[in-house]
């Protein structure tokens, strides 16, 4: 498989309380001014990658995580003051639980798939 032993490849999607979709936009508002504060947190969590997409298909609002990074690193630490907001944030906007995709293939050019490797998996 094309994903290297010890790194993560993950693709999960959370679906917005109805009528929480002033909430969905707080929460990202939120992360996009405090993007240093969330960036400062990724080495703990050994993120390589971490992207958010919204999707609105219709009456339903989805919130999509795409994550790549090594295993061991650390969770939110609610004692952080953006993992704490980003904690209470979500439970006011998403419905509990994520839905989770299986990864197939990663497809990384060499420059890149080696800086992902040495930041995951150090």
């Not at 693709?11 to 936009?25: N, T, W």
């Not at 993007?35 to 947190?41: G, L, Y």
């Not at 298909?57 to 630490?77: A, F, I, K, S, T």
């Amino acid at each position: 498989m094309s994903i290297p032993d010890g790194l993560i490849v993950e693709l999960s999607r959370a679906k917005v309380k109805p009528g929480a979709s002033a909430e969905a936009d707080k929460w990202m508002k939120m992360l996009n001014d405090r993007i240093d504060e969330c960036v400062a947190t990724l080495d703990r969590e050994r993120m390589a990658i971490e992207i958010v997409f919204r999707l609105r298909e219709g009456d339903d609002d989805y919130l999509y995580w795409v994550q790549v990074r090594g295993r061991g690193g650390e969770g939110l630490d609610e004692s952080i003051p953006i993992d704490r907001d980003h904690v209470e944030q979500a439970k006011r906007t998403k419905e509990p639980g994520w839905v989770e995709a299986e990864p197939q293939v990663l497809m990384l050019p060499e420059p890149v798939r080696k800086a992902v490797l040495d930041w995951a998996l150090r």
